[in-house]
């Protein structure tokens, strides 16, 4: 059984959403309506907003290109190319900060009509931005994860398109753990120890823990986005601590692993251990559709740098959005499910692009 009430997951995730939208919106100093937001902006730029007549030069200093994620992140900034009349010069740090510093005193000299930077470390990428993209007095936009201690807008940036910050986190674990009407014992898996994004992921578990008093965490470990390291986490978990009935992950393809560790203790997933991803991924979607999972949580990696694009179109046009652009107010989200949650109940109104 997903749920004790059938209404539970629909009605959390709104509520979630409202709460993480307002909380955007109060971070960077507006009204909670998604009418005045930044994203409300770019959106309504998009729709109406005339390309370059001449062909500007963008620079795309992003973290990876090489995963499902980051293909997508590529398919979505080529695509705001093709509409917007910008040409753009990949530079690729593959997660190592001291690589994109080389790229950023690169590209800070390379004559470029706007930047945008998906940072590979939050403190880091924020330094990288003052010292050396401020100088060019060319707008800068920043995709992926907030930085410099910002939980989202970074002020002086043209803008901000992510999803993935501590208000989204809090939002999954919050999910999985108001599911524990009981007493229920429960396992985590994360990502890279001592990433920006792990770092989220274990702070919203103990804002999670400390909300709900139901909630025992026994297991909380990295898994590297790897489903093989995932399973051996989780396996080893029940083996020491065989009633955990709540397991939450931070990536689709990661809980694979942790479907098959359930699995092969002879338990069923779903029913005796209720399985929480995050990505929002067709094949996520399909496990959450079969009953596998319990839940997954949208992430929009082709839109966050197709509008990350857009809000560097409008900068250089003179139109810069200045804010957070919350991904849960896009489209996909808004005119789909309604909240970046997904149960069995509304997994149908969204359309994962990978």
Not at 16 to 39: N, P, Y
Not at 61 to 84: H, M, P
Not at 180 to 189: D, L
Not at 258 to 287: H, L, P
Request: proline share 5%.
């Amino acid at each position: 059984m997903l749920y004790e009430n059938s209404n539970h997951a629909a009605s959390v995730g709104r509520s979630l959403f409202v709460a993480v939208a307002s909380t955007a919106a109060m971070a960077i100093g507006t009204v909670a309506h998604a009418e005045d937001s930044a994203a409300a902006k770019t959106i309504a730029f998009d729709n109406n907003g005339a390309p370059f007549a001449e062909t500007m030069k963008f620079a795309y200093l992003t973290e990876c290109v090489q995963n499902s994620y980051c293909q997508q992140r590529l398919r979505g900034i080529e695509d705001a190319a093709a509409k917007f009349n910008f040409e753009f010069q990949i530079f690729d740090a593959n997660f190592n900060p001291a690589e994109q510093l080389k790229q950023v005193q690169n590209a800070s000299v390379g004559n470029f009509d706007a930047y945008i930077l998906g940072p590979t470390a939050a403190a880091q990428s924020c330094n990288m931005w003052k010292q050396f993209l401020v100088p060019t007095g060319k707008p800068v936009v920043t995709i992926d994860l907030p930085m410099c201690g910002d939980i989202d807008y970074t002020e002086g940036l043209a803008g901000t398109v992510t999803m993935q910050r501590q208000g989204y986190f809090d939002a999954h674990v919050d999910n999985a753990f108001a599911s524990c009407t009981e007493p229920c014992e429960v396992a985590a898996v994360g990502g890279f120890l001592g990433s920006d994004l792990y770092n989220l992921w274990t702070q919203a578990i103990k804002n999670g823990a400390e909300k709900h008093p139901n909630v025992t965490v026994v297991v909380e470990q990295p898994g590297n986005f790897d489903p093989g390291t995932a399973l051996r986490v989780i396996q080893d978990g029940l083996l020491a601590h065989p009633n955990i009935s709540v397991v939450i992950s931070s990536w689709d393809d990661m809980t694979r692993g942790v479907e098959q560790a359930v699995t092969s203790s002879g338990k069923m997933a779903g029913k005796d251990v209720r399985i929480y991803s995050v990505g929002g991924t067709k094949d996520g979607i399909a496990r959450v559709k079969s009953g596998s999972y319990s839940g997954t949580t949208i992430l929009l990696p082709y839109e966050e740098s197709y509008y990350g694009a857009v809000a560097a179109v409008m900068a250089v046009q003179g139109e810069a959005p200045n804010g957070y652009i919350d991904e849960a107010l896009l489209p996909a989200v808004v005119d789909g499910p309604g909240t970046v949650l997904l149960d069995a109940g509304n997994a149908d109104s969204f359309q994962p692009r990978f």
